[in-house]
C-alpha cells in the first residue's frame, strides 16, 4: 500500500497539494492546488525531458533578468501567450453593445497632459494627421459627461515617445480629454503605423523558434474612466492593416476595428470615428 507522503511518479498532485497547511487562504488554496495539478499534467502530456526543463529554467531566469522599470517581460511572455487577453475576457464580460476591452499592454504612462477637445497630440512632426471623434455613451445611448479619456499611440516610425526618450518631445501621441455634457470628444493624432512589440529578448527568441511575427495591427490605445461605470482599456484598429488577424499579442476583436477614412475638411489627411459605450458595474454579461 502506498504511504501518503512519498512521492511518486503517480501520486504527485496529490501529494504535494496535501503539504499544504490547515489555514490557508481559501482561493491561494484552490488556485495552487490547480496550478500543481495543471503544472503536473502538462509535465506528463509532453513527457517533459530534463534538457527541456533546463532550458524552460533558464528561459524564464532570462525573462526575469531582462525586466526593469522600462521593461516588463514576464507581461510581454504573458500577452504572446494569449494568457493576458484571457485574463481581461474572463474579468470583463460586457453586455452586447458595450465597447469591449483589449490588452492594456506596456505604454500607458499616467499624468499626460489633460488637453482641449480638438487639440494636437502629436508633437514630432511626422505621420499622417488624423481627426479622432466620436461620443462616450452608456448602454441606454445618453451621452457620459466627465469622462476621462485617455489616449496615446505610437509614432510614424512606430515607437512611443517612453521608447525613445531621447528621440521624441515628452507626451508625444498622448493626452487626456474630459468629456462635457454632449459626451464628444475630437482630438487630432496621426494614423498609427502597425510595429514590433520588443523582440530583442527572451520573448522574441520565443517568438522567432515557433515561427510567429512580433507585430501589432497599428492602433490607437483608449483608457476611458467615468464615475459609476466600468473602465474601459480598449484600441481602436486601423481597418485593413496586414497584421489584423495575426497580432502578436492576440489584441484584435472585430467590433473595434475602425473606420480610417480621408477626411474631407482638408485639416487633417485623415479621420476616424468611432463612438465607446461604457457599462455600468451591475451591467454585466
Ligand atoms: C501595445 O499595444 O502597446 C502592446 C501591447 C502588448 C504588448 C506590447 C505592446
Ligand atoms: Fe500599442
Given at each position: 500500500?502506498?504511504e ?8 504527485s ?34 513527457e ?10 533558464g528561459?524564464?531566469t532570462?525573462t526575469g ?6 521593461r516588463?517581460e514576464f ?11 484571457l ?11 458595450a ?11 499616467e499624468?499626460?497632459?489633460v ?12 505621420g499622417?494627421?488624423c ?20 489616449v496615446w499611440?505610437?509614432?510614424?516610425d512606430g515607437?512611443y515617445?517612453?521608447?525613445?526618450p531621447d ?5 508625444n501621441?498622448?493626452?487626456v480629454?474630459?468629456t462635457?455634457a454632449?459626451?464628444c ?9 502597425s ?21 501589432r495591427?497599428a492602433?490607437?490605445?483608449y483608457?476611458i ?8 482599456v480598449t484600441?481602436?484598429?486601423v481597418?485593413g ?5 495575426s497580432?502578436a499579442?492576440?489584441?484584435?476583436k ?6 480610417f ?6 485639416k487633417?489627411?485623415?479621420r476616424?470615428?468611432f ?8 451591467e454585466?454579461?
Open positions: 500500500m502506498e501518503i507522503g512519498y512521492f511518486t511518479e503517480e501520486n498532485v496529490d501529494t504535494v497539494n496535501a503539504r499544504m497547511g490547515a489555514g490557508v487562504n481559501p482561493r491561494l488554496a484552490q488556485v495552487m492546488a490547480s496550478l500543481v495539478r495543471h503544472l503536473h499534467s502538462f509535465a506528463r502530456d509532453v517533459l525531458t530534463q534538457q527541456e526543463w533546463e532550458y524552460a529554467i528561459f524564464l532570462r533578468q531582462i525586466c526593469s522599470a522600462e516588463q507581461i510581454l511572455l504573458s500577452d504572446t501567450l494569449g494568457l493576458s487577453m485574463v481581461d475576457a474572463i474579468n470583463n464580460r460586457r453586455p452586447d453593445g465597447t469591449e476591452n483589449t490588452v492594456f499592454g506596456p505604454f500607458h504612462v499624468g499626460a497632459p488637453r482641449q477637445m480638438g487639440d494636437l497630440i502629436c508633437f514630432d512632426g511626422k499622417e494627421s481627426l479622432f471623434q466620436g461620443r462616450v455613451l452608456d448602454l441606454q445611448g445618453k451621452p457620459i459627461e466627465g469622462a476621462r479619456i485617455d499611440s505610437d509614432n510614424a515607437y515617445d517612453v521608447q525613445q528621440i521624441q518631445p515628452k507626451w501621441n498622448r493626452g480629454f474630459i462635457g454632449d459626451g470628444y475630437s482630438f487630432v493624432g496621426i494614423k498609427p503605423v510595429y514590433p512589440i520588443p523582440d530583442d529578448g527572451p520573448v522574441g527568441e520565443m517568438l522567432a523558434h515557433l515561427g510567429r511575427h512580433p507585430y495591427p492602433h490607437m490605445h483608457m474612466r467615468a464615475e459609476g461605470f466600468q473602465k474601459l484600441h481602436t484598429f481597418g492593416d496586414d497584421y489584423l488577424v497580432d499579442v492576440f489584441g484584435v472585430k467590433s473595434l476595428v475602425a473606420p477614412e480621408k477626411a474631407e475638411s482638408g487633417t489627411l485623415w476616424s470615428d463612438d465607446f459605450v461604457l457599462a455600468r458595474p451591475t454585466t454579461k
